[in-house]
């Protein structure tokens, strides 16, 4: 039991007060900077540490010799090498020889009694000491420091290009490298990702053209765009053929650009068909032998049928042991016979749990509660993200916590509530979705349970429905109204 890191109180809803941090708000800060304080979840101190004391936590006192905020200043000439007062950095036992001054950190002149008498002598030797200073630190950095800045940034983006060749060079000769013969490229846009543009193409294999996407970086990408690029290429590798999943058809490159081929998926993305299909007023039988369109309606089994395609697909990831982060409706893709396929794997990671440390846009209304408060990722975060798909797919497309607030959003989920029950859903697969936000990780369903769970479910679906047009309103209401959130 007990609260998440940065609260307390009887109900766990109370943040910790300053000074104090971690679970329960049981742990002191250590000597923080006065008017800060320290961060309530990891106690990390947030402007520096109290003069004596150093470490991001600030529990560590300073080592002989230095003193002051975050222990950064040296002491001065001290008697006999004593160490000065680690907060005020005073030389307590007096100063060796040649030094003065409570800091022992000012040398004695020793010159003719005439200068001294002079009251502009220590202006002077002041006013030269701080333009050898200033002259020195100009040169300094006209000839040391800016050409090693810009050498650095050579060499960064050296490397760069090396690990994309070297990336490319994997390809070479895998069954995934296409020639340039093989590939052509039209001018229909699909989309517009966060570093790269993809577009409708077509691949030649075995003398038959078939209809791909194809993602290449843009022309202005930075750094971290060509490093994600990379990352998403290397998932796609490992991920290999799965019928759920939008695979890699191969790659290729042309004059410096990197393309890579994608399955093409006609009828668009999850939550753009949910949404329109809305609409609809006419019944259609849904099976994997005939092709429901646009035109047609969604019944129960459809919906199901859906959920279950796309629980495979993460039960493939999970398979490889890959974190797929941003499960949702818009990053699943219908194929021929409404196939689902789960896509984009541009936030993906094939590390069984790790730490979010970038400032990565992140899709908060379907993180899990441990990705939200302690940016902790595991297989069973995309378990919580399924969940949030689930009511997608049986709201027709709605939008999770509409009228909340993201800020508000964090203690909602924090004080126990959940999304409410769709209305198109039977409690069954409520339930199913409650088990997937369950704040430990450890007691939610896994994927395979999950899959298993759909697949009885579609065998035992007796109920048929038609979504017409005078049900428009439930789902609007979804969209607009203020969300009742259920515990």
């Known amino acids: 039991g007990g609260c998440y890191r940065g609260y307390g109180g009887p109900q766990c809803k109370e943040e910790c007060p300053k000074g104090w941090f971690g679970e329960n708000c049981s742990s002191i800060c250590g000597h923080c900077h006065a008017l800060s304080g320290c961060d309530s979840i990891n106690g990390i101190c947030l402007e520096g540490c109290s003069p004596g004391w150093h470490g991001i936590l600030c529990v560590q006192n300073c080592s002989s010799g230095t003193y002051g905020n975050d222990c950064k200043f040296l002491c001065g000439r001290c008697k006999s090498g004593a ?12 100063c060796d020889d ?9 040398g004695v002149l020793k010159t003719a009694p005439s200068f001294h008498s002079s009251p502009s002598f220590p202006v002077l030797i002041i006013s030269l000491v701080a333009a050898v200073i200033i002259i020195s630190t100009f040169f300094t950095y006209c000839v040391v420091v800016r050409p090693r800045k810009t050498a650095l940034r050579r060499l960064y983006n050296a490397s760069s290009i090396d690990h994309l060749a070297n990336t490319y060079e994997q390809i070479v000769g895998s069954p995934w490298e296409l020639q340039r013969g093989q590939l052509s490229l039209s001018n229909e846009l699909l989309g517009n990702g966060q570093f790269g543009q993809v577009k409708k193409g077509n691949v030649k ?21 060509k490093t994600d690029f990379l990352n998403e290429l290397s998932i796609l590798k490992r991920v290999g053929k799965n019928e759920n999943v939008v695979c890699l058809v191969g790659a290729c490159h042309i004059r410096g650009v990197m393309y890579v081929a994608m399955e093409y998926a006609k009828h668009g993305d999850l939550r753009t068909f949910l949404r329109q299909s809305r609409r609809l007023t006419s019944l259609h039988e849904y099976d994997n032998t005939t092709s429901p369109s646009l ?42 016979k409404l196939v689902a396929k789960i896509a984009d794997f541009g936030l993906s990671k094939n590390d069984q749990t790790y730490v979010k440390t970038s400032s990565t846009r992140v899709p908060i209304r379907w ?34 916590y509409s009228s909340i607030d993201s800020q508000q959003l964090f203690k909602y989920l924090k004080d126990g509530h959940r999304l409410r029950k769709p209305r198109l859903c039977d409690q069954d697969m409520y339930a199913m979705m409650l088990q997937c ?26 109920v048929y429905m038609n979504l017409n047009v005078q049900e428009e309103s439930l789902y609007t209401e979804i969209d607009h109204e203020r969300m009742n959130m259920t515990g």
């Open 98 to 106: 040649g030094w003065e001054g409570d800091k022992c950190d000012a």
């Open 295 to 336: 035109h047609t309606a969604l019944r129960p089994q459809a919906l199901i049928k859906l959920s279950l395609d796309t629980a495979k697909g993460l039960k493939h990831l999970a398979d490889k042991q890959i974190i797929h982060r941003d499960v949702a409706a818009r990053n699943v893709l219908l194929a021929d």
């Open 205 to 225: 294999i075995n003398g038959v053209k078939i209809p791909v996407a194809i993602k290449s970086l843009k022309d202005n990408a930075s750094e971290k765009d």
């Open 367 to 400: 993180m899990a509660i441990e990705s939200l408060f302690n940016n902790t990722y595991a297989l069973q975060s995309d378990v919580w993200s399924f969940g949030v798909l689930l009511w997608e797919i049986f709201t027709l497309g709605g939008t999770p």
């Open 437 to 462: 936000w369950n704040d430990d990780p450890d007691r939610r369903p896994t994927i395979d349970e999950l899959t298993a769970r759909l697949n009885r479910m579609l065998e035992n679906s007796q």
């Open 83 to 94: 160490p000065c007062d680690p907060t005020t950095g005073v030389c307590t036992s007096g």
